[in-house]
């Protein structure tokens, strides 16, 4: 009889120990899981931080993508614009034509100037010459009215005197040189028109040009800061999806700590009711 009591003690310390050892170890547990639990919380808590972090970055960048499209299209406007005005100016072919037909027009002006010029050049060369025979003749004249006449010879037959010069081909050819002048004045006048002309067409011209290139240059420049833009907007999108992915394990890792840590907390009661 006192052996059974014995034995029946020892089977209850045994028990208690085993008891005591399953709940420390229990605890052990609970208290890591905790531990975990905190853990996962704080990177929670941080992973939220720099979610918050990232879509502020992600606004500003969308605003600053906001205002690039909106400069972009109005740089794209503009240059629309232009080039409708261009096209409605002739652009830059219409200058080059107009360019032409002034150049060839200037040619023609200054092949007549030389004609006239020539013609004028011939007809002073040819009154020049008859200007001088006039001289001749009037000098001769003079000298045959100034030497003494022989009386008791019989003086031979005087020779003829030189033919003169008709004073009305003098005056026609007077008229004709007046006239080639004026003509030589009104084409010097009509090319100086037509030099005022062309430059000034080509000062357009090298206008235009240079807005086409500072367009081109903004253009340009619009389609790289939107192509960066782009580039940037995807890294953008790349890094936020990460950043979900990871708060979504996150959130599913903390879900699963609360569970197991509500597991825990189920076993702590059943322990104590074996106690």
Do not use: C, W
Not at 38 to 52: G, I, Q, T
Not at 116 to 122: F, M, T
Not at 126 to 152: F, G, I, S, V, W
């Amino acid at each position: 009889m006192i052996g059974l009591a014995v034995f029946v003690a020892l089977v209850a310390v045994l028990a208690a120990v085993a008891m005591f050892l399953q709940a420390r170890s229990a605890k052990q547990v609970a208290l890591g899981r905790a531990a975990e639990v905190e853990k996962s919380r704080r990177e929670l808590e941080s992973a939220r931080s720099d979610l918050s972090a990232e879509r502020g970055e992600a606004k500003e960048r969308r605003e600053e993508a906001n205002a690039l499209r909106a400069e972009l299209n109005a740089s794209k406007r503009k240059a629309f614009e232009q080039a409708e005005a261009a096209k409605r100016a002739g652009g830059a072919a219409g200058l080059r034509a107009e360019i032409d037909k002034l150049t060839t027009r200037l040619a023609e002006a200054r092949a007549e100037a030389s004609h006239q010029g020539e013609r004028a050049r011939s007809i002073e060369l040819t009154m020049e010459k008859q200007a001088k025979e006039m001289e001749r003749l009037r000098a001769a004249a003079e000298r045959a009215a100034a030497a003494p006449t022989p009386t008791p010879i019989a003086a031979p037959p005087m020779a003829a005197p030189p033919p003169g010069i008709d004073p009305g081909r003098l005056d026609a050819e007077r008229e004709r040189a007046d006239k080639a002048e004026a003509k030589l004045a009104e084409v010097r006048k009509r090319m100086a028109e037509l030099e005022k002309d062309l430059k000034a067409v080509r000062g357009r011209l090298e206008t235009e040009k240079r807005i086409y290139m500072v367009q081109k240059g903004e253009l340009e420049l619009a389609n790289d800061r939107h192509a960066e833009l782009r580039r940037r907007h995807d890294a953008l999108r790349k890094d936020h999806d990460e950043l979900l992915d990871a708060v979504r394990h996150a959130a599913q890792e903390e879900r699963q700590l609360a569970e197991a840590e509500k597991k825990g907390e189920s076993e702590k009661p059943a322990e104590g009711s074996m106690a």
